[in-house]
Structures are given as structure tokens and as C-alpha cells.
């Protein structure tokens, strides 16, 4: 097994890191390796904006819930959906943003912005982490999105999509146990059967004792009753409005 696969299979959320910023050095290490990552049709529909002041952090953590690890880590980097850039290049090109409209509100320009966005982020992940940073995604940056944008005074068709916290590890944790390989690989076709709810229940059995080492013995739930406790909560239901007061209303 190479240091590569180490790495990817030794991921673990970090949630307290030391106070030291990241060196301009291994920022840029991870922004280049960011902009590795694949891009659909290479469009590059995303924009990552780094931030180190800490009253901004702290305006963010509160924006996000409240994590305090949004505002005390070495670095914090908020990935953007953009496709702002791209009408800019369809203008340079002589062609007006009235022309491009049916392809920049479309579903399909969205997904792949958000996808480009992912593929970055986790490339920026296994770059981080290959340096000993230790890592965590912050999706409640999406709780007050028009508080964000104004924060961070994104322009239209430029959506805050998730942060990244990065820095040095000041706490270990544990390597959280995924689903079984049997429950999410499926050859030729999608399989449903008995054997997948069997599979669900003994991970539900894994996850339980793994909670309740971890918070000794206060949370001991299973993987599907956390799911569906998620479901029966539905978040954000603002999205969609949102996003069309940015100018992105989908078709």
C-alpha cells in the first residue's frame, strides 16, 4: 500500500488544531493541487476564497452554527460555485450574458460548477493532509447563505458552496467507520435485496459501539437512525429562492 492510499483510507475529521497559521508554502501547495483536480469540459466553475482574518473567521463560525472551529484553525477556505467567470468569458468572446442565460441557469452548468467545487476541495484535503494538517468541511456555511455572500461580497452566480478548515492537529481523532464496500459498490446494475438492509443493521451495530467509545456512552445510535432523524429535520429550505435572487434560477 503506498503513502498515497495511507492517506486517503487514514481520513478523519479534525475539530480542534494548534494556533498556528498555515506558511504561504503549503497554502500554495494546496490551492495548485486544488486546481489539479479534473473540471468538467474544463470550465474550472469555482472560485476558493481563503480567508485568515480572525474577525472574519469569527463572523463565519457564527454564520455556520456556531462551530468554533470555524474561526480557530490555520487557515479557512470557502469553496464557490462560479459562474460569474464564465459569462465574463462568453463576454470576451463578444457573446452577451442575454445568449448564454439558458446555459448558465441550467441544472446541468450548476451540477458540474458544484462538482468542479468537490473534486477541488478534496484534492485540497489529500494535499493537506499529505503535509500532517489535519482537515474538516463545513457545510452549515450554507445555513444564512445571504449573510455570507454579503460578508463576502461574492457577485451573482458566485454561491458560497461549503468551507474547509485546515491546520495543525491539536487533538488525535479516530478514523470514522464507513459503510460496508458490499453496501455501496454495485456491478452492472443496482442491487436491492435482503442482504443490503442485513448489511445496514450490522453497521448500525458498528456505529453504535463507535459512538458510544467516543462520547463514553452518551450517544450510542445507529447510521440509519441518524439518517432518518435527517430526514424527518429537512434543512435549508431556502435554497431554491436563494439561489434565484442570485440569478441562478434553474431550468
Excluded at 221 to 249: D, H, V
Aim: glycine fraction near 6%.
Amino acid at each position: 500500500m503506498n503513502d498515497t492510499i495511507q492517506i486517503l483510507l487514514q481520513h478523519r475529521s479534525i475539530r480542534e488544531f494548534k494556533e498556528r497559521p498555515l506558511t504561504r508554502e503549503e497554502l500554495q501547495t494546496i490551492i495548485q493541487s486544488a486546481q489539479a483536480a479534473p473540471s468538467s469540459s474544463f470550465v474550472q466553475a469555482y472560485s476558493i476564497i481563503g480567508i485568515r482574518d480572525p474577525q472574519k473567521k469569527e463572523q463565519l463560525a457564527e454564520l455556520a452554527g456556531n462551530q468554533p472551529y470555524v474561526a480557530q484553525n490555520g487557515h479557512l477556505l470557502v469553496f464557490c460555485l462560479d459562474l460569474h467567470r464564465l459569462s465574463l468569458a462568453a463576454e470576451l468572446e463578444g457573446v452577451s450574458v442575454e445568449k448564454t442565460l439558458t446555459a448558465l441557469q441550467s441544472v446541468e452548468t450548476f451540477m458540474v460548477g458544484v462538482i468542479d467545487a468537490a473534486l477541488a476541495a478534496q484534492n485540497a484535503v489529500v494535499a493537506a493532509e499529505s503535509q500532517g494538517l489535519g482537515t474538516v468541511y463545513i457545510g452549515g456555511l450554507r445555513n444564512r447563505l445571504p449573510e455570507v455572500v454579503e460578508l463576502l461580497k461574492t457577485p451573482e452566480r458566485v454561491i458560497p458552496l461549503f468551507a474547509l478548515c485546515i491546520g495543525e492537529p491539536a487533538q488525535p481523532s479516530a478514523v470514522k467507520p464507513r459503510l460496508p464496500m458490499a453496501a455501496v459498490y454495485h456491478e452492472e446494475e443496482y442491487t436491492e435485496d435482503q442482504a443490503h438492509t442485513e448489511l445496514l443493521q450490522a453497521y448500525n451495530a458498528q456505529m453504535s459501539r463507535y459512538y458510544a467509545e467516543r462520547t463514553e456512552g452518551k450517544r450510542a445510535e445507529g447510521w440509519t437512525a441518524g439518517i432518518a432523524k435527517q430526514l424527518k429535520n429537512p434543512k435549508r429550505l431556502y435554497m431554491k429562492e436563494f439561489l434565484g435572487s442570485r440569478k441562478l434560477p434553474l431550468e
